[in-house]
């Protein structure tokens, strides 16, 4: 996945992720009720409750003053992730010259541990930190536990920080060391780093609460005390507190959508509403707008006599397989081209086998889909034709028919050419995008609605050219003022200069070569307009065995800065720059770890660590940190870059059938440090059909 839409996405706003939610609704009604914080919790504070894998949440809240937007996702069953942005109604963000009357907003990210499973006598345990590499403002540590009791689910814990203000008692970590009796303020800490220093440290509070599972399922009741007194609140804001025991109910409206309504703090009502749902149980809906499945109709034809063009147009038409040519090796047929229409690979060879099954009579014995992408041949994948006619007719199951594929490199070997596709030169597309960033100094949400053509010209299959046009045809840029400072050159803070300077943009305009260097070596060059903000040339080399479970790749570059207008013309500013990148399946959950080390676009050398899960159904969790020879002082606000990101495959979410994937980043500040060139093209996503676990945790799919 392509983290780095720099310009016309800087971060994506909650509420495409609330919509992806609502798209991808799947039943959750197990799902534990959120916290105003985000995360499963009573009101003000955590339980030691987890959701079940692939569980994600959007919440929103309002206890005056405090505003909180609330996204929490459950990568693991043990792990929970959560990021957020709080509204200060009466604060300001800053100078009302620049931000008006704008609140004041802060954003934070946690995350929870569980430690062990409740069991029969001992309760579920988990350790947790709020705000940990953010401002600081709520920062807080906890650990809790909670045991259940019929319909009643009980927790007790102790807290440090925001939410153990009250400080009733003395740290009992004091016993390893008296440094832990003090909790160390920010300083001149410009936000952003593990706030470690302050982790557990200082006076301590208890807190602890009950929810109740009343007859009627879809009411919940829940109270606690909590160990805020309020009296230390940020910038300034203390709050009256007339009581600790905050009390509310929740309304499970249906399996996706939970509403809140409690009383806190003995004197404020807070309201609140939930969008939940588990994108790794997704299936998606019917796709209704797909073609209907081939009818079976057996063949007598010999493969000569047999009418390929004809073919070529029903295997794109109903396998979605752009088709460069057709062989025959032996009793073996092959179909070379590339996939347009399925994400998931065992749909596209199913509905090929069934093309196939239905030209050719006994003689053929197996049916190969050479998968390629950008010209380049990825995994040739097999089934025996017997045994895939005896699963449809329902003679063997799935584990028997398993046995029976196989993925393999492509190798050139000596085949009989049937057809050859004449290449296909131009492809465009025109299409309506909306892109936004949030928190911003000058307004909480900026706008962009733009009309893009993009457009390919291909001279061989391997050599093209790439054009990507915008048109911004709405947006609210005239609250755009803000220049972020910067220590170092801008590279990326140059954001509201792009965005504003001309109507119309070209934010790509590049040649492309791609080969296959080696059985398992790629090449990709490229020179042009590389991206909105650089253009250059540059070139990339992978090597990616089959079989295997990692990889590892390099890429050089010398780019310069583009100029405002995203024309042709370029600034002073030049660079080179380029990674080496080792790609890692560990073998446990689908895990995947990139570690990239190089330099970055500002001159700066350093490390990214990339690390997601990608489930059977193909939703990827993820997040990302940079680390360089830039200080934290150097780097301002934010101190490193890093990002959370989830991608959800559109076939997910719609009614037909589409290879493409939503793509949301949550990036917190966009600064010079660390930040990378944003290629159009890598060759790690071109050849992702290399993994096999899409296809064989789906291979169900090969009947549909």
Known sequence: MNRLEYIRRRCTCLLSLAGALVTCAVHSQTAPTQSDFGGAGLWQTPTARMANEGEVAFTASRTSPYTRYNFTLQPMSWLEGSFRYISISNRLYGSPSLSGDQSYKDKSIDAKVRLWRESHYLPALSVGIRDLGGTGLFSSE????????????????????????????RNPLSILSDRFDTRPGRGDDPGGQFNSHNYFRGRATFFGGVSYQTPWQPLILKAEYEGNDYKHEPRGNNQPQRSPVNVGAVYRMNRNVDLSLALERGRVAMLGFTLHSNLAEAAGPPKVLDPPLPARAPSTQTPEQVDWAKVSGQLYDNAGIDVSKITRRGSEVLVTGEQTRYFYPAKALGRTARVLDNQLGPGTDWYTMVSTRAGMPIVAT???????????????????????????????????????????????????????????????????????????????????????????????????????????????????????????????????????????????????????????????????????????????????????????????????????????????????????????????????????????????????????????????????????????????????????????????????????????????????????????????????
Do not use: C
């Open 382 to 704: 097999s089934v025996h034709r017997q045994r895939f006619d005896e699963l449809l007719d329902y003679n063997i199951d799935l584990p028997t028919f398993r046995r029976s594929v196989e993925q393999d490199t492509p190798l050139p070997q000596r085949e009989e050419v049937l057809y050859q596709a004449k290449p296909k030169r131009f492809d465009g597309s025109l299409s309506m995008n909306f892109g936004e960033s949030l928190g911003g100094p000058d307004a909480f949400v900026l706008y962009q609605v733009s009309a893009d053509y993009d457009a390919d010209f291909h001279f061989t299959p391997n050599f093209w050219w790439s054009g990507d046009f915008s048109a911004n045809l709405l947006n609210n840029y005239g609250h755009y003022k803000y220049n972020a400072p910067s220590n170092l050159p801008r590279v990326r803070t140059y954001v509201r200069e792009y965005l504003t300077s001309s109507r119309i943009t070209m934010p790509v305009f590049q040649l492309t070569a791609t080969r296959r260097l080696g059985a398992d070596l790629y090449g990709l060059a490229y020179a042009g307009m590389l991206e909105s903000m650089y253009g250059g040339a540059g070139g990339e080399v992978l090597y990616r065995p089959m079989g295997e479970r990692w990889a590892i790749g390099a890429d050089a570059n010398w780019v310069k800065q583009r100029g405002f207008d995203q024309d042709f013309s370029f600034r002073k500013y030049h660079i080179v720059t380029g990674h080496v990148t080792a790609y890692a399946d560990l073998g446990y959950k689908d895990i995947t770890l990139a570690l990239s080390a190089g330099r970055y676009l500002a001159g700066d050398w350093g490390t990214t660590i990339d690390v997601s899960r990608q489930f059977r159904n193909g939703v990827r969790m993820g997040a990302y940190a940079t680390f360089t020879n830039v200080s934290a002082k150097q780097y301002g606000e934010g101190s490193f870059d890093k990002g959370i990101y989830v991608s959800i495959p559109f076939d997910l979410m719609l009614p037909s059938s589409h290879v493409r994937t939503a793509d949301i980043l949550w990036q917190p500040l966009l600064r010079d440090g660390g930040a990378r060139l944003g290629k159009r093209y890598s060759l790690y996503d071109l050849t992702n059909d290399r993994d096999g676990d899409n296809f064989q945790d789906n291979l169900q799919k090969i009947t549909e």
């Open 142 to 169: 906890y650990v809790v536990a909670s045991k259940r009791f019929g319909p009643i689910d009980a927790s007790f814990g102790m807290a440090w920080g925001y939410m153990g203000n009250r400080g009733d008692i």
